[in-house]
């Protein structure tokens, strides 16, 4: 039964860290917010007006080379650069379009922009 439980609390743990909390900033006013890594998901409060969607990670590539014995192989890396773009709509169809630069230890910055142009500036984690 201790193994049980110390497996659940584990998995809790690792869980619980991925995800974080989101502001978006506006003329002296905050908006709160959260995100989820393992499901990529975005929800966002602005006025009442509750805004939900996915977002995705940047990538970017390069080559790697590794070495095992007199055995040399090069192959094709490809990584989240931490950066990423979201499209968040609300139950109305009012739609929120956010870019993010890269997100370092779950904090980072960017901005979001509704329909009517209003531009939001976006602080990841803390």
Do not use: W
Not at 27 to 43: E, I, P, R
Not at 51 to 73: I, P
């Amino acid at each position: 039964m201790k193994t049980k439980c110390a497996i659940l609390a584990l998995a809790v743990t690792v869980l619980s860290g991925c995800a974080g909390n989101i502001r978006l900033l506006e003329d002296g006013k905050v908006h709160q917010g959260t995100y989820d890594q393992m499901s990529k998901s975005v929800k966002v409060s602005i006025d009442g007006i509750q805004y939900a969607g996915t977002y995705v990670q940047g990538v970017t590539t390069g080559f790697a080379t590794g070495f095992s014995g007199t055995r040399t192989s090069t192959g094709l890396v490809t990584m989240s650069d931490g950066s990423g773009q979201a499209l968040l709509t609300s139950p109305d169809g009012k739609v929120l379009r956010c870019v993010f630069g890269p997100v370092v230890a779950f904090r980072g910055q960017g901005q979001c922009q509704n329909n009517q142009g209003k531009i939001y500036d976006m602080l990841i984690g803390g």
